[in-house]
């Protein structure tokens, strides 16, 4: 079977470090995406990773295990605007088709 | 100024109606899917396209369908047969690569609501 899991909410307060787990199990497993949404908007595109390791993009890094089935989204510096569900979507072989967890709501605090 | 649109923002339906969703996205993409999103849950697949004139069912295809006649654009219908289809509806497309150019990217959505 096919199953994402991320906690559903997390509190963090501005100017901090917060991470965001993901463990996934697919049927063969080709990358691992997260998305960024806003409530009442589209989902866009923060990173991927299919090798093992840290990918960092500015403020943002995702790091990936394969072998654990785990990734995480480490967002630094955090700020008001970073308020927003964190999507965590695994590919598995074959065709485009991604599997999504059901988002981890963060709420940044003054 | 490349991207996906889709339209209505908002779409009421009434009891027994069809209603059609619009998706077009003019960044040459050649797959394009329909997702449906609803609270608390992860985005769901109803169908995709990788190709003009082809389509598969995703994972909640019951009461939907699509057609792909343009690369362009991929319409989705919600039929009367779907029960619930009260739901944040969001389109993506895709280019045809692989690993980082699987990446999907979406449009502002559409929400659907009964009356």
């Known amino acids: 079977g096919q199953n994402i899991d991320q906690p559903t909410e997390m509190t963090a307060t501005e100017g901090a470090i917060v991470q965001i787990n993901c463990t996934y199990q697919?049927?063969?497993?080709?990358?691992l995406f997260w998305y960024q949404q806003h409530a009442g908007e589209a989902p866009t595109f923060l990173s991927y990773?299919?090798?093992?390791g840290l990918e960092e993009k500015g403020r943002f890094s995702s790091f990936l295990s394969r072998s654990k089935g785990y990734s995480y989204l480490l967002l630094k510096e955090l700020q008001m605007k970073d308020s927003a569900s964190y999507l965590c979507?695994?590919?598995?072989?074959?065709?485009?088709?991604?599997?999504f967890g059901t988002g981890t709501r963060l709420l940044v605090s003054p | 100024d490349g991207g996906i649109t889709q339209s209505p923002k908002y779409l009421f339906r009434k009891e027994g109606q069809n209603v059609t969703l619009s998706c077009e996205q003019n960044?040459?993409?050649?797959?394009m899917y329909w997702y449906r999103q609803d609270p608390g849950q992860g985005l769901r697949l109803i169908y995709y396209?990788?190709?003009?004139?082809?389509?598969q069912k995703g994972d909640i295809a019951e009461g939907y369908s699509v057609s792909r006649e343009k690369k362009e654009s991929f319409p989705l219908t919600v039929t009367s047969a779907q029960k619930n289809p009260t739901a944040f509806y969001l389109c993506?497309?895709?280019?045809?690569?692989?690993?980082?150019?699987?990446?999907?990217?979406f449009g502002p959505g559409t929400r659907l609501l009964v009356l």
């Open positions: 993506a497309s895709s280019p045809a690569g692989t690993g980082l150019g699987e990446t999907q990217y």
């Open positions: 697919t049927s063969g497993f080709n990358g």
């Open positions: 990773n299919v090798l093992d």
């Open positions: 979507a695994a590919k598995s072989t074959g065709f485009q088709k991604l599997v």
């Open positions: 960044l040459n993409h050649d797959a």
């Open positions: 396209s990788q190709i003009v004139n082809d389509f």
